[in-house]
């Protein structure tokens, strides 16, 4: 079991910048996959980004590529997600999730198996 907590959002200001952070807890830190959804109201769920605890690499969401950047700090157990150049249009809540199973592709949400409560992001214009 994955227990995941998200903080860091609000409201921002287009052009701004936040830091969304995910802590994972609960089960051994194996190198699994951590990833960012969104999803704004009415819409479907909308892959942001993902990387692995310890092989490293990134994927990106169209959508974020050159402006938002996911990272962790394996000692404390915490994936970040740096969103720059902020929109209106990323207004949405974001979402934490870890998938433990292998071989799965990792920008749909049907391969994380656990997930964070979601933090809100709003973007005026």
């Known amino acids: 079991q994955v227990q995941l907590v998200e903080s860091g959002g609000g409201s921002v200001q287009a052009g701004g910048s936040l830091r969304l952070s995910c802590t994972a807890s609960g089960s051994a830190l194996i190198d699994y996959y951590m990833g960012w959804f969104r999803q704004a109201p009415g819409k479907e769920r909308e892959f942001v980004a993902a990387t692995r605890w310890i092989a490293g690499g990134t994927i990106y969401g169209d959508s974020v590529k050159g402006r938002f950047t996911i990272s962790t700090d394996n000692a404390k157990s915490t994936v970040y997600l740096q969103m720059n150049s902020l929109k209106p249009e990323d207004t949405a809540v974001y979402y934490c999730?870890?998938?433990?199973?292998?071989?799965?592709?990792?920008?749909?949400?049907?391969?994380?198996?656990?997930w964070g409560q979601g933090t809100q992001v709003t973007v005026s214009s």
């Open positions: 999730a870890a998938a433990t199973r292998y071989g799965r592709t990792y920008t749909l949400s049907s391969a994380y198996n656990f």
